[in-house]
């Protein structure tokens, strides 16, 4: 799994002033609590920094993996070698600028979603609830386009910064983004690090009611008692991968420590002691059994990362 020389970690050591870490288990980092070491684990204190890093990366040609806040995704035993980049309270910040037409929240990409929401609350910005209670970070969100209740992430995008491998950074119009059912297409490489919502004035105690009564509706059909990626599998057109799985008798299923929810079949929870060997074989049975059923290929939402042991 080696990727760095000495000559390397140090001058990363030197772009960093010093927060890097090396050999770090990821499973604390991840919604799965799954996962083996990351080679090096980077959290940026800003975009100037991360920028550097990156086209440091590049020039070097060390791989780089962004896992946010770690949420919808699954981080094999064996770990990941070179960079593994995580968004803190660092590139956080949340505020409001008032446009001639209308209202945006610019985000940083490492706020979480519900710190988002207490903003919206607090604030009296409509438009974005339908996010509550969704784990995850502004820019996972808007990097796999996040949706929920009918409304996805990128139908409230206005625009965003990217970072991207030479180290340049871009501002990107919400016009020219190409967002598709749990995607946003992007360069190779390239980092969401701002984004920018449409968002409306409204009574606080209204978004608050909204809020609360979204995060309601998640508690009645998901199940939010145990560590999970939220919804593996991408819903095909026309139909509901909980509602295949089910059909195909999955329903229950256990593999070591890891069960596809009896509460949401889309769902495989961490019920303890989980491994990503427990987890990816229910995913793969998942797909053989659905396949055979009803002839339909489910594909992943969550993204599966690491090096295979």
């Given at each position: 799994?080696k990727?760095?020389?000495?000559?390397?970690?140090?001058?990363?050591?030197?772009?960093?002033?010093?927060?890097?870490?090396?050999?770090?288990?990821?499973?604390?980092?991840?919604?799965?609590?799954?996962?083996?070491?990351?080679?090096?684990?980077?959290?940026?204190?800003?975009?100037?920094?991360?920028?550097?890093?990156?086209?440091?990366?590049?020039?070097?040609?060390?791989?780089?993996?962004?896992?946010?806040?770690?949420?919808?995704?699954?981080?094999?035993?064996?770990?990941?070698?070179?960079?593994?980049?995580?968004?803190?309270?660092?590139?956080?910040?949340?505020?409001?600028?008032?446009?001639?037409?209308?209202?945006?929240?610019?985000?940083?990409?490492?706020?979480?979603?519900?710190?988002?929401?207490?903003?919206?609350a607090?604030?009296?910005?409509?438009?974005l609830?339908?996010?509550?209670?969704?784990?995850?970070?502004?820019?996972?969100?808007?990097?796999?386009?996040?949706?929920?209740?009918?409304?996805?992430?990128?139908?409230?995008?206005?625009?965003?910064?990217?970072?991207?491998?030479d180290?340049?950074?871009?501002?990107?119009?919400?016009?020219?983004?190409?967002?598709?059912?749990?995607?946003?297409?992007?360069?190779?490489?390239?980092?969401?690090?701002?984004?920018?919502?449409?968002?409306?004035?409204?009574?606080?105690?209204?978004?608050?009611?909204?809020?609360?009564?979204?995060?309601?509706?998640?508690?009645?059909?998901?199940?939010?008692?145990?560590?999970?990626?939220?919804?593996?599998?991408?819903?095909?057109?026309?139909?509901?991968?909980?509602?295949?799985?089910?059909?195909?008798?999955?329903?229950?299923?256990?593999?070591?420590?890891?069960?596809?929810?009896?509460?949401?079949?889309?769902?495989?929870?961490?019920?303890?002691?989980?491994?990503?060997?427990?987890?990816?074989?229910?995913?793969?049975?998942?797909?053989?059994?659905?396949?055979?059923?009803?002839?339909?290929?489910?594909?992943?939402?969550?993204?599966?990362l690491?090096?295979e042991?």
């Amino acid at each position: 799994m080696k990727r760095f020389t000495e000559e390397q970690i140090e001058r990363l050591k030197s772009l960093t002033g010093g927060s890097v870490s090396f050999g770090v288990s990821l499973s604390s980092f991840t919604s799965f609590k799954v996962g083996g070491r990351a080679e090096a684990l980077y959290e940026p204190k800003d975009i100037e920094e991360l920028s550097m890093v990156i086209s440091f990366a590049n020039v070097a040609s060390l791989p780089y993996v962004v896992i946010g806040r770690g949420s919808n995704i699954l981080v094999r035993d064996a770990g990941i070698g070179g960079l593994v980049i995580r968004f803190g309270r660092k590139i956080a910040g949340l505020r409001l600028e008032e446009k001639v037409n209308r209202h945006e929240l610019i985000c940083g990409a490492g706020a979480q979603l519900k710190d988002l929401m207490r903003f919206c609350a607090d604030e009296g910005l409509s438009g974005l609830e339908f996010l509550a209670g969704i784990p995850g970070s502004a820019g996972g969100a808007i990097s796999v386009n996040t949706g929920a209740f009918g409304s996805d992430i990128g139908g409230k995008v206005t625009g965003i910064k990217v970072v991207k491998p030479d180290g340049s950074v871009e501002a990107i119009e919400g016009r020219d983004l190409h967002f598709g059912y749990r995607e946003l297409s992007l360069g190779r490489g390239w980092i969401v690090v701002e984004g920018a919502f449409a968002v409306e004035r409204a009574e606080k105690e209204d978004v608050r009611g909204r809020i609360k009564d979204f995060i309601r509706k998640r508690n009645e059909k998901q199940p939010l008692d145990a560590p999970s990626a939220g919804s593996i599998f991408k819903n095909p057109p026309g139909d509901y991968a909980g509602r295949l799985i089910e059909a195909a008798g999955l329903k229950g299923m256990q593999r070591g420590g890891a069960r596809i929810s009896p509460v949401h079949a889309n769902w495989i929870v961490n019920i303890g002691g989980a491994g990503s060997d427990d987890i990816i074989g229910l995913i793969n049975t998942a797909r053989e059994r659905v396949k055979e059923v009803s002839g339909i290929e489910l594909e992943l939402e969550i993204r599966i990362l690491g090096d295979e042991s």
